[in-house]
Protein backbone atom coordinates (compact mmCIF):
# COMPACT_ATOMS: atom_id res chain seq x y z
CA UNK A 1 0.00 0.00 0.00
CA UNK A 2 1.36 3.43 -0.69
CA UNK A 3 1.78 5.68 2.44
CA UNK A 4 0.27 8.87 1.94
CA UNK A 5 3.13 11.68 2.37
CA UNK A 6 2.47 14.33 5.54
CA UNK A 7 2.91 18.12 5.16
CA UNK A 8 5.97 18.66 6.80
CA UNK A 9 5.10 21.30 9.61
CA UNK A 10 8.33 21.06 11.50
CA UNK A 11 9.61 23.25 13.57
CA UNK A 12 12.55 24.52 11.42
CA UNK A 13 10.03 24.33 8.24
CA UNK A 14 7.47 27.00 10.43
CA UNK A 15 10.42 29.50 11.62
CA UNK A 16 11.58 29.23 7.84
CA UNK A 17 7.95 30.41 6.60
CA UNK A 18 7.64 32.73 9.49
CA UNK A 19 10.95 34.37 8.84
CA UNK A 20 10.09 34.29 4.61
CA UNK A 21 7.03 36.20 5.78
CA UNK A 22 8.85 38.73 7.69
CA UNK A 23 11.00 39.54 4.57
CA UNK A 24 8.14 40.48 2.40
CA UNK A 25 6.73 42.36 5.00
CA UNK A 26 10.03 44.55 5.34
CA UNK A 27 10.62 44.67 1.57
CA UNK A 28 6.84 45.34 0.51
CA UNK A 29 5.97 48.81 -0.47
CA UNK A 30 2.91 48.49 0.76
CA UNK A 31 1.96 45.63 3.44
CA UNK A 32 0.57 42.61 1.81
CA UNK A 33 -2.63 41.19 3.46
CA UNK A 34 -2.89 38.04 5.68
CA UNK A 35 -4.53 36.28 2.50
CA UNK A 36 -1.33 36.47 0.81
CA UNK A 37 1.22 35.95 3.00
CA UNK A 38 -0.96 33.01 3.63
CA UNK A 39 -0.91 31.86 0.62
CA UNK A 40 2.91 32.01 0.02
CA UNK A 41 3.01 29.63 3.03
CA UNK A 42 0.81 27.24 1.75
CA UNK A 43 -1.24 27.55 4.81
CA UNK A 44 -4.56 28.81 5.33
CA UNK A 45 -5.05 32.73 6.86
CA UNK A 46 -6.09 31.16 10.08
CA UNK A 47 -3.86 28.71 10.47
CA UNK A 48 -0.81 31.31 8.96
CA UNK A 49 -1.65 33.95 11.29
CA UNK A 50 -1.21 31.30 14.65
CA UNK A 51 1.88 30.58 13.33
CA UNK A 52 3.16 33.52 12.80
CA UNK A 53 2.51 34.61 16.13
CA UNK A 54 4.16 31.95 18.01
CA UNK A 55 6.77 32.33 16.20
CA UNK A 56 7.53 36.41 16.73
CA UNK A 57 5.19 37.16 19.43
CA UNK A 58 3.17 39.46 17.05
CA UNK A 59 0.21 39.23 14.43
CA UNK A 60 1.28 39.52 10.85
CA UNK A 61 -0.54 43.16 11.03
CA UNK A 62 1.41 44.20 14.45
CA UNK A 63 4.25 43.14 12.84
CA UNK A 64 4.24 45.18 9.45
CA UNK A 65 3.21 48.29 11.74
CA UNK A 66 6.18 47.99 13.57
CA UNK A 67 8.33 47.84 10.78
CA UNK A 68 6.60 50.36 9.37
CA UNK A 69 7.07 52.51 12.01
CA UNK A 70 10.62 52.18 11.86
CA UNK A 71 10.57 52.94 8.85
CA UNK A 72 8.97 56.11 9.50
CA UNK A 73 11.68 56.97 12.48
CA UNK A 74 14.39 56.02 10.47
CA UNK A 75 12.72 58.70 7.34
CA UNK A 76 11.96 61.42 9.83
CA UNK A 77 15.64 61.43 10.77
CA UNK A 78 17.06 62.30 6.84
CA UNK A 79 17.32 65.45 5.64
CA UNK A 80 14.39 65.66 3.83
CA UNK A 81 10.69 66.63 4.19
CA UNK A 82 7.95 65.38 6.53
CA UNK A 83 5.79 64.59 2.84
CA UNK A 84 9.07 62.63 1.28
CA UNK A 85 9.55 60.58 4.66
CA UNK A 86 5.85 59.62 4.72
CA UNK A 87 6.08 58.39 0.76
CA UNK A 88 9.47 56.97 2.18
CA UNK A 89 7.85 54.54 4.24
CA UNK A 90 5.05 53.79 2.16
CA UNK A 91 2.14 56.04 2.56
CA UNK A 92 0.37 56.31 -0.50
CA UNK A 93 -1.57 59.62 1.09
CA UNK A 94 -0.75 62.18 3.36
CA UNK A 95 -4.10 61.22 4.97
CA UNK A 96 -3.09 57.82 6.43
CA UNK A 97 -0.18 58.48 7.92
CA UNK A 98 -1.16 61.14 9.91
CA UNK A 99 -3.77 58.76 11.04
CA UNK A 100 -1.25 56.34 12.42
CA UNK A 101 1.41 58.98 13.32
CA UNK A 102 0.89 59.15 17.40
CA UNK A 103 0.55 55.83 17.15
CA UNK A 104 3.69 55.00 15.34
CA UNK A 105 5.42 58.18 17.09
CA UNK A 106 3.79 59.03 20.58
CA UNK A 107 3.78 62.36 18.81
CA UNK A 108 3.18 64.65 16.04
CA UNK A 109 5.60 63.93 13.04
CA UNK A 110 7.29 67.26 12.92
CA UNK A 111 7.74 67.13 16.83
CA UNK A 112 9.70 63.77 16.43
CA UNK A 113 12.10 64.78 13.82
CA UNK A 114 12.83 68.10 16.51
CA UNK A 115 13.50 65.51 19.33
CA UNK A 116 10.38 65.66 20.80
CA UNK A 117 9.45 69.10 20.99
CA UNK A 118 5.90 69.78 22.14
CA UNK A 119 5.73 66.12 23.72
CA UNK A 120 4.65 66.34 27.28
CA UNK A 121 6.29 63.53 29.67
CA UNK A 122 6.26 63.49 33.10
CA UNK A 123 8.78 62.14 35.27
CA UNK A 124 9.63 61.57 39.09
CA UNK A 125 12.44 60.02 40.67
CA UNK A 126 11.73 57.75 43.89
CA UNK A 127 13.73 55.68 45.77
CA UNK A 128 13.96 51.66 46.13
CA UNK A 129 16.06 49.09 47.51
CA UNK A 130 17.75 49.16 44.12
CA UNK A 131 18.90 52.82 44.68
CA UNK A 132 17.47 55.81 42.83
CA UNK A 133 14.48 54.62 40.39
CA UNK A 134 13.21 57.33 37.37
CA UNK A 135 9.66 56.71 35.87
CA UNK A 136 8.49 58.76 32.60
CA UNK A 137 5.03 58.93 31.57
CA UNK A 138 4.09 60.42 27.77
CA UNK A 139 0.27 60.76 26.28
CA UNK A 140 0.52 57.07 25.21
CA UNK A 141 1.86 55.46 28.39
CA UNK A 142 5.13 54.58 30.40
CA UNK A 143 8.12 55.55 27.96
CA UNK A 144 11.08 54.73 30.61
CA UNK A 145 12.18 53.29 33.77
CA UNK A 146 15.75 53.56 34.52
CA UNK A 147 17.77 52.87 37.67
CA UNK A 148 20.67 53.86 39.18
CA UNK A 149 23.01 55.57 41.85
CA UNK A 150 22.49 59.74 41.01
CA UNK A 151 19.03 61.04 40.26
CA UNK A 152 20.35 63.91 38.66
CA UNK A 153 21.86 61.21 36.26
CA UNK A 154 18.57 59.90 35.61
CA UNK A 155 16.93 62.64 34.43
CA UNK A 156 19.88 63.93 32.42
CA UNK A 157 19.75 60.33 30.16
CA UNK A 158 15.71 61.39 30.17
CA UNK A 159 16.75 64.49 28.46
CA UNK A 160 19.11 63.18 26.43
CA UNK A 161 16.32 60.39 25.37
CA UNK A 162 14.11 63.38 24.61
CA UNK A 163 15.85 66.25 24.01
CA UNK A 164 13.41 68.63 22.87
CA UNK A 165 10.37 67.18 25.05
CA UNK A 166 8.36 69.36 27.79
CA UNK A 167 9.59 66.99 30.87
CA UNK A 168 7.50 68.35 33.36
CA UNK A 169 7.58 67.11 37.24
CA UNK A 170 4.34 64.75 38.00
CA UNK A 171 2.11 65.20 40.92
CA UNK A 172 0.50 63.75 43.52
CA UNK A 173 -1.40 60.85 41.45
CA UNK A 174 1.64 60.39 39.07
CA UNK A 175 3.16 59.77 42.49
CA UNK A 176 1.17 57.01 43.32
CA UNK A 177 2.06 55.59 40.15
CA UNK A 178 6.00 55.97 41.29
CA UNK A 179 4.97 54.01 44.21
CA UNK A 180 3.43 51.02 42.21
CA UNK A 181 6.86 50.74 40.08
CA UNK A 182 8.26 50.69 43.56
CA UNK A 183 6.47 47.92 45.10
CA UNK A 184 6.47 45.65 41.87
CA UNK A 185 10.45 46.08 42.35
CA UNK A 186 9.97 45.37 46.30
CA UNK A 187 7.65 42.18 45.20
CA UNK A 188 7.39 40.73 41.87
CA UNK A 189 4.40 38.64 43.06
CA UNK A 190 2.24 42.02 42.90
CA UNK A 191 2.43 42.67 39.25
CA UNK A 192 2.46 45.73 37.16
CA UNK A 193 -0.39 46.32 34.76
CA UNK A 194 0.84 49.45 33.25
CA UNK A 195 0.45 50.89 29.14
CA UNK A 196 3.36 51.28 27.77
CA UNK A 197 5.60 53.34 25.35
CA UNK A 198 7.13 51.22 23.52
CA UNK A 199 9.41 52.40 20.65
CA UNK A 200 11.46 50.17 18.95
CA UNK A 201 12.24 48.21 15.65
CA UNK A 202 10.33 46.00 14.79
CA UNK A 203 12.71 43.16 15.88
CA UNK A 204 13.57 44.61 19.48
CA UNK A 205 9.62 44.78 19.82
CA UNK A 206 9.44 41.04 19.43
CA UNK A 207 12.12 40.82 21.26
CA UNK A 208 10.17 42.67 23.94
CA UNK A 209 7.05 41.13 23.82
CA UNK A 210 9.12 37.30 24.16
CA UNK A 211 10.85 39.03 27.39
CA UNK A 212 6.89 40.26 28.85
CA UNK A 213 6.24 36.23 28.34
CA UNK A 214 8.51 35.15 30.74
CA UNK A 215 6.67 34.82 34.24
CA UNK A 216 8.60 36.40 37.46
CA UNK A 217 10.71 33.76 38.73
CA UNK A 218 11.60 32.20 35.47
CA UNK A 219 14.78 32.47 33.42
CA UNK A 220 15.52 32.15 29.70
CA UNK A 221 18.62 32.17 27.80
CA UNK A 222 19.35 34.74 24.43
CA UNK A 223 18.80 31.58 22.41
CA UNK A 224 15.72 30.73 23.65
CA UNK A 225 14.40 34.24 22.74
CA UNK A 226 15.60 33.74 19.53
CA UNK A 227 14.08 30.46 19.04
CA UNK A 228 10.94 31.99 20.08
CA UNK A 229 10.62 34.90 18.22
CA UNK A 230 11.29 32.63 14.85
CA UNK A 231 15.01 33.92 14.67
CA UNK A 232 16.77 30.98 16.13
CA UNK A 233 20.83 32.41 14.44
CA UNK A 234 20.15 36.27 15.93
CA UNK A 235 21.35 35.34 19.41
CA UNK A 236 23.49 38.65 19.24
CA UNK A 237 20.88 40.45 18.04
CA UNK A 238 18.52 39.36 20.88
CA UNK A 239 21.09 40.27 23.09
CA UNK A 240 21.43 43.97 21.46
CA UNK A 241 17.46 44.17 21.75
CA UNK A 242 17.72 43.63 25.68
CA UNK A 243 20.37 46.20 25.75
CA UNK A 244 18.31 48.69 23.82
CA UNK A 245 15.73 48.27 26.10
CA UNK A 246 14.72 51.60 28.47
CA UNK A 247 11.66 50.22 30.57
CA UNK A 248 13.55 48.51 33.50
CA UNK A 249 11.30 45.64 35.36
CA UNK A 250 8.23 46.20 33.06
CA UNK A 251 10.01 44.66 30.11
CA UNK A 252 11.94 42.17 32.24
CA UNK A 253 15.48 41.88 30.41
CA UNK A 254 16.87 40.73 34.10
CA UNK A 255 15.41 37.65 32.91
CA UNK A 256 17.31 36.57 30.29
CA UNK A 257 21.27 35.17 31.22
CA UNK A 258 23.32 33.45 28.97
CA UNK A 259 23.12 29.57 28.69
CA UNK A 260 26.35 29.05 31.33
CA UNK A 261 24.30 30.87 33.95
CA UNK A 262 26.47 34.04 33.98
CA UNK A 263 24.31 37.08 34.22
CA UNK A 264 26.22 39.24 31.90
CA UNK A 265 25.64 42.90 31.40
CA UNK A 266 22.73 45.07 32.08
CA UNK A 267 21.86 48.81 31.24
CA UNK A 268 21.45 49.90 34.89
CA UNK A 269 23.90 47.20 36.46
CA UNK A 270 24.54 43.49 36.91
CA UNK A 271 24.07 43.36 40.56
CA UNK A 272 20.98 45.04 39.92
CA UNK A 273 19.83 42.26 37.71
CA UNK A 274 21.04 39.40 40.21
CA UNK A 275 18.94 41.25 42.99
CA UNK A 276 15.76 40.82 41.03
CA UNK A 277 16.19 37.93 39.81
CA UNK A 278 16.63 36.44 43.58
CA UNK A 279 13.78 38.64 45.29
CA UNK A 280 11.60 36.52 41.91
CA UNK A 281 13.12 33.26 42.65
CA UNK A 282 10.61 32.14 45.24
CA UNK A 283 7.37 32.70 43.07
CA UNK A 284 8.17 29.54 41.40
CA UNK A 285 10.94 28.36 43.64
CA UNK A 286 13.82 28.94 41.79
CA UNK A 287 15.37 31.03 38.59
CA UNK A 288 16.61 27.86 37.37
CA UNK A 289 20.53 27.76 35.80
CA UNK A 290 20.51 27.51 32.01
CA UNK A 291 22.64 24.95 30.31
CA UNK A 292 26.24 25.53 29.47
CA UNK A 293 27.71 26.96 26.38
CA UNK A 294 26.63 29.86 25.11
CA UNK A 295 28.64 33.33 24.16
CA UNK A 296 27.41 36.31 23.03
CA UNK A 297 27.71 40.16 22.22
CA UNK A 298 26.18 42.91 24.13
CA UNK A 299 23.53 41.98 27.18
CA UNK A 300 20.55 43.58 28.86
Known amino acids: MTSIR????????RAALV??????????????????????AGMSPFHFHRVFKAGTGLTPKAYADAHRAR????????AGTVTDA???????SNSRFYEASGRMLGMRPGDYRAGGLNA????????CSLGAILVAQSQRGICAIALGDDPDTLVRGLQDQFPRASLEGGDAAFERLVARVVGFVEAPAVGLDLPLDVRGTAFQQRVWQALRDIPPGETATYTEIARRIGAPAAVRAVGSACGANRIAVAIPCHRVVRRDGDLAGYRWGVERKRSLLEREAPASGAAGDPPAGESGGRRA
Do not use: H, K, M, W
Open 71 to 78: RVREELGG
Open 6 to 13: QPDDSAAR
Open 19 to 40: TAACRRIESAPTPPSLDELAAD
Open 86 to 92: IYGAGFN
Open 120 to 127: RIRFAVGQ
